[in-house]
């Protein structure tokens, strides 16, 4: 597996071994920081190497219960062209998003499309879109003046589903990501977490990231995104990622 290194903004990276941890600096909300881990870099969608069937894991932790910005790990295909869109809106999708993934965000963000699903906090979260979607996403979001409408018919085209992940974060735990081309499972610990039918479609990429943006796209329709100040230093630390296709 070759993983490239992504930073901004003074976050870096420290391996030993399989371990590998990621770090953004404390500062202001002024500047993005970013540390990340991902094997698409220079890859066209079409050339990202991840199709089902396969699986996922990694063990993980992270430096606090309640980071700023958003973290994670799991599959992708990189709608917004390498982080969430700090910026521009939010929606300003080159590509209808596809993802597998534990996805972490703070509480200024609001990361679902539907209103009874996690938008921020810990959760899995599987979405799914037909390619042939994102014409009628830039047509709904043309017109700003029904921000609700544009938001609901954008969660009919996008199928979504995830759950929210209670265990402590802090401390080291297994996390898997079963994708199949008709299914998606989540397990935390072995434990299985969500089964769910939402499948993305192929090909995804890998990632595993922490950075201090902030983005939503909340029931009232309004787009904000924008950077949050780090109090202090923060970290996610990973090791014995694998993936077996």
Known sequence: MDLKNRFSGGGDLE???????????????????????????GLRRSEYPWRPPLKLTLRARVSSASLVGTWGFGLWNDPFGLSLGTGTSLLRLPAPPQAAWFFAASAKS???????LPASGFFAQALRSSPLN???????????????????????????????????????????????????AFSVDEALLLASPVSPHPPLGLVVWIDNQYAAFDPSGKLR???????????????ELQVVA
């Open 15 to 41: 391996s030993s071994g399989n371990r590998q941890k990621l770090r953004i600096p404390a500062g202001s909300g002024a500047h993005y920081r970013l540390s990340q881990l991902d094997d698409y870099e």
């Open 110 to 116: 609001y990361l679902s499309f539907r209103d009874d």
């Open 134 to 184: 994102s014409t009628l996403i830039a047509a709904a979001l043309a017109f700003p003046f029904a921000p609700k409408t544009t938001r609901r018919m954008i969660g009919r085209l996008v199928q979504e589903d995830a759950m929210r992940i209670d265990s402590d974060p802090r401390a080291w735990r297994r996390y898997t990501v079963e994708w199949a081309p008709n299914h998606t």
């Open 225 to 239: 995104s924008g950077v949050e100040a780090s109090p202090e230093d923060s970290w996610l630390e990973i090791d």
